[in-house]
């Protein structure tokens, strides 16, 4: 049996950042220079996973519902669209100086002492906006202003009317998207947790606005679901209901679903309900009507918005520690991800008993009837217990292994991760065997 992680140990968290490097998940940004502060580049293994935790979100926000559509909108964008969003005026973070050691923070995260010096005594918090501007074209000046997002929900609003005439779908209906996102953050911290450059998956979900209540409740419901079935246990999970006087300028009502990460409960994920801010603000800016005409009730209205708005790393992260597991086999103790397989980077390893020729070419065969359908590591190196507790740390549910018996009988052994029973199979049935393995039951 393995042990439930803890997840609010300083040390499981050291042992994740130590595994995601030694095994290629992510890798500190520019590190060859010295790295770059709070910027992260996925490996090998952390863009597979990276990608599923995206389609796990897709699939359940776009795939399969009939009232959701995808967009992909610019991470550029003029500064119109962020004085119209309020991000020009409010998007900022109260920033205060240490006076002893000159160290800068963000004031409402440091509890009145310098995590530098221990210091107490700051200057005045000074508003620091958070958006990171350039300058799009060679001249710089007025007219070359731009702002990278910080969020990728405008992208949804400016399309509004876009997305209106073209998919003909009409309220309650939604608008998803998925992009990095930027923000110049005053302390970033806790390796992926708060970067500056960082992935969001979004979706506005524009409603008649009598039923902007109820649609907040389905949402939160939905995306708490989310969490759980894609694996992490629901005393790490729990809502966040935002006092009043502490939402967001947009927000008529904001509930956080928080995961219990090593510093303790932390947002993962925010669903407001953005009333008629957005479409209403950029109404009134652009002189474009952002409405909804009701023609079986002859009624034009502004929908309201609900905002399911998550961090794709954030996401990760949070699997991560959840899947953290140490337990014992064979006298051993082994490392295992328990990833759900939808978000293991490979769902499959084929590996040859040895190096022989002959073996080689058949487990080649498995691989190649594996591949279309799966994401495969192929591994013939080292001894196979070594190569299962390879496979076993960077969660990956089923070990198929090619044996001299093979070539006998067309069978091959397919080894479960978190059991690690093993069972013989025909190499006829094996595509049937692996899809009944990770269907949940
Ligand atoms: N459109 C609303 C919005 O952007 P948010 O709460 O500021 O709301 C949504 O961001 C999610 O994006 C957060 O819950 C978090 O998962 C992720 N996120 C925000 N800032 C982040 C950062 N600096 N680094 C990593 N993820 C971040």
Same mark, same amino acid.
């Given at each position: 049996?393995?042990?439930?992680?803890?997840?609010?140990?300083?040390?499981?968290?050291?042992?994740?950042?130590?595994?995601?490097?030694?095994?290629?998940?992510?890798?500190?940004?520019?590190?060859?220079?010295?790295?770059?502060?709070?910027?992260?580049?996925?490996?090998?293994?952390?863009?597979?996973?990276?990608?599923?935790?995206?389609?796990?979100?897709?699939?359940?926000?776009?795939?399969?519902?009939?009232?959701?559509?995808?967009?992909?909108?610019?991470?550029?964008?003029?500064?119109?669209?962020?004085?119209?969003?309020?991000?020009?005026?409010?998007?900022?973070?109260?920033?205060?100086?240490?006076?002893?050691?000159?160290?800068?923070?963000?004031?409402?995260?440091?509890?009145?002492?310098?995590?530098?010096?221990?210091?107490?005594?700051?200057?005045?918090?000074?508003?620091?906006?958070?958006?990171?501007?350039?300058?799009?074209?060679?001249?710089?000046?007025?007219?070359?202003?731009?702002?990278?997002?910080?969020?990728?929900?405008?992208?949804?609003?400016?399309?509004?009317?876009?997305?209106?005439?073209?998919?003909?779908?009409?309220?309650?209906?939604?608008?998803?998207?998925?992009?990095?996102?930027?923000?110049?953050?005053?302390?970033?911290?806790?390796?992926?947790?708060?970067?500056?450059?960082?992935?969001?998956?979004?979706?506005?979900?524009?409603?008649?606005?009598?039923?902007?209540?109820?649609?907040?409740?389905?949402?939160?419901?939905?995306?708490?679901?989310?969490?759980?079935?894609?694996?992490?246990?629901?005393?790490?999970?729990?809502?966040?209901?935002?006092?009043?006087?502490?939402?967001?300028?947009?927000?008529?009502?904001?509930?956080?679903?928080?995961?219990?990460?090593?510093?303790?409960?932390?947002?993962?994920?925010?669903?407001?309900?953005?009333?008629?801010?957005?479409?209403?603000?950029?109404?009134?800016?652009?002189?474009?009507?952002?409405?909804?005409?009701?023609?079986?009730?002859?009624?034009?209205?502004?929908?309201?918005?609900?905002?399911?708005?998550?961090?794709?790393?954030?996401?990760?992260?949070?699997?991560?520690?959840?899947?953290?597991?140490?337990?014992?086999?064979?006298?051993?103790?082994? +490392?295992?991800?328990?990833?759900?397989?939808?978000?293991?980077?490979?769902?499959?390893?084929?590996?040859?008993?040895?190096?022989?020729?002959?073996?080689?070419?058949?487990?080649?065969?498995?691989?190649?009837?594996?591949?279309?359908?799966?994401?495969?590591?192929?591994?013939?190196?080292?001894?196979?217990?070594?190569?299962?507790?390879?496979?076993?740390?960077?969660?990956?549910?089923?070990?198929?292994?090619?044996?001299?018996? +093979?070539?006998?009988?067309?069978?091959?052994?397919?080894?479960?991760?978190?059991?690690?029973?093993?069972?013989?199979?025909?190499?006829?049935?094996?595509?049937?065997?692996?899809?009944?393995?990770?269907?949940?039951?």
């Amino acid at each position: 049996m393995s042990s439930s992680p803890d997840t609010t140990t300083s040390d499981l968290l050291d042992k994740v950042i130590n595994l995601c490097k030694r095994r290629g998940f992510i890798f500190p940004s520019a590190e060859i220079y010295g790295g770059f502060r709070s910027a992260y580049d996925y490996g090998p293994l952390g863009v597979l996973m990276l990608r599923n935790v995206k389609n796990a979100w897709w699939h359940s926000m776009v795939q399969m519902r009939e009232d959701v559509v995808g967009i992909d909108a610019a991470i550029l964008g003029p500064p119109a669209v962020w004085a119209a969003s309020g991000h020009l005026e409010t998007f900022t973070d109260p920033l205060v100086d240490c006076k002893k050691c000159h160290e800068r923070w963000r004031e409402d995260k440091i509890d009145g002492k310098c995590p530098n010096c221990g210091g107490t005594d700051f200057t005045e918090p000074r508003a620091f906006n958070l958006m990171f501007k350039t300058a799009a074209g060679p001249v710089e000046g007025e007219g070359s202003t731009a702002y990278l997002r910080p969020e990728t929900a405008q992208g949804m609003f400016v399309n509004f009317a876009n997305v209106l005439s073209t998919s003909r779908k009409k309220p309650p209906f939604g608008i998803a998207q998925i992009g990095k996102s930027f923000r110049n953050e005053i302390t970033p911290q806790n390796f992926v947790f708060r970067t500056r450059e960082f992935e969001q998956m979004e979706m506005e979900y524009f409603v008649p606005p009598a039923d902007a209540v109820q649609w907040h409740e389905h949402w939160i419901e939905e995306r708490f679901n989310w969490y759980l079935a894609l694996g992490i246990p629901e005393e790490s999970l729990r809502r966040y209901v935002h006092a009043p006087e502490d939402l967001s300028h947009y927000s008529k009502g904001t509930t956080d679903i928080e995961f219990k990460f090593p510093w303790g409960f932390d947002e993962l994920e925010g669903i407001a309900n953005r009333g008629d801010y957005d479409l209403g603000a950029h109404t009134k800016a652009s002189g474009e009507k952002l409405e909804y005409f009701d023609q079986a009730t002859n009624e034009r209205y502004t929908p309201y918005v609900i905002e399911p708005a998550a961090g794709v790393t954030r996401a990760m992260m949070a699997f991560l520690l959840s899947a953290y597991h140490e337990d014992e086999v064979e006298g051993e103790t082994r +490392t295992v991800l328990q990833l759900d397989w939808r978000l293991a980077p490979y769902q499959i390893a084929v590996l040859p008993l040895s190096k022989k020729p002959e073996l080689e070419g058949v487990a080649k065969e498995v691989l190649s009837k594996l591949q279309p359908h799966f994401m495969c590591d192929f591994d013939v190196t080292q001894s196979i217990g070594r190569r299962y507790r390879r496979q076993d740390e960077v969660g990956t549910p089923l070990c198929i292994t090619v044996d001299f018996d +093979t070539l006998e009988d067309r069978a091959v052994t397919v080894r479960d991760r978190d059991t690690t029973v093993q069972t013989r199979v025909k190499i006829d049935d094996l595509l049937h065997h692996i899809w009944e393995a990770m269907t949940p039951a």
